[in-house]
């Protein structure tokens, strides 16, 4: 299965306003979900292998672009099953994966007509979390260990040149594990 998540990755450049001359045109800002302060960068969206950890696909975008966009570019068909927080579940998105013969893993979020999730969906995002949590390593390792902290490039194709570069970084030291 593959397992969608992204993250936030600043810029080293300047914001919009700041005296700096250096300026990213191309980055945006975002507000982080609980947290306060926003970041201006780009986001890396990432399909995960659920078996290897090995990063199966890489999509960059700038901060403000919505998880659910880029979703379909990270599933790569093969997959048995895709899993992936309430930002990637869309009611088109679960009827074209099971069409396909993959098991749709994607977490339920309450809306306006349901503000509380029932207690069966709510377990089914728990058990969901669970098996998904092994994807926030893999973030952990890239921004820690592979120097993903932030940006160093201006533009979206320099910054996902710099985000590939880490993401085959992450996966021969992955590999490396696995096959030792």
Excluded: C
Aim: aromatic share 6%; glycine share 10%.
């Amino acid at each position: 299965g593959t397992m969608l998540d992204a993250t936030l990755i600043a810029a080293m450049s300047a914001r919009p306003g700041d005296e700096r001359p250096a300026r990213d045109p191309d980055a945006a800002f975002a507000k982080r979900q609980g947290k306060a302060g926003s970041i201006f960068g780009y986001k890396a969206h990432v399909g995960v292998d659920e078996g290897s950890g090995l990063i199966r696909s890489l999509v960059s975008t700038p901060a403000n672009v919505n998880d659910t966009e880029p979703a379909d570019a990270l599933i790569r068909g093969d997959e048995r099953s895709v899993m992936g927080d309430a930002a990637y579940h869309t009611h088109a998105r679960e009827r074209r994966l099971k069409t396909g013969g993959v098991k749709a893993r994607l977490m339920r979020r309450p809306n306006k007509y349901h503000p509380r999730l029932p207690p069966r969906l709510r377990l089914y995002n728990r058990l969901i979390a669970r098996r998904r949590a092994a994807v926030e390593t893999t973030f952990a390792t890239l921004k820690q260990r592979m120097g993903l902290g932030r940006i160093r490039y201006i533009g979206l194709a320099k910054a996902g040149g710099q985000m590939l570069m880490a993401a085959i970084a992450f996966n021969m030291r992955r590999w490396v594990t696995l096959t030792g």
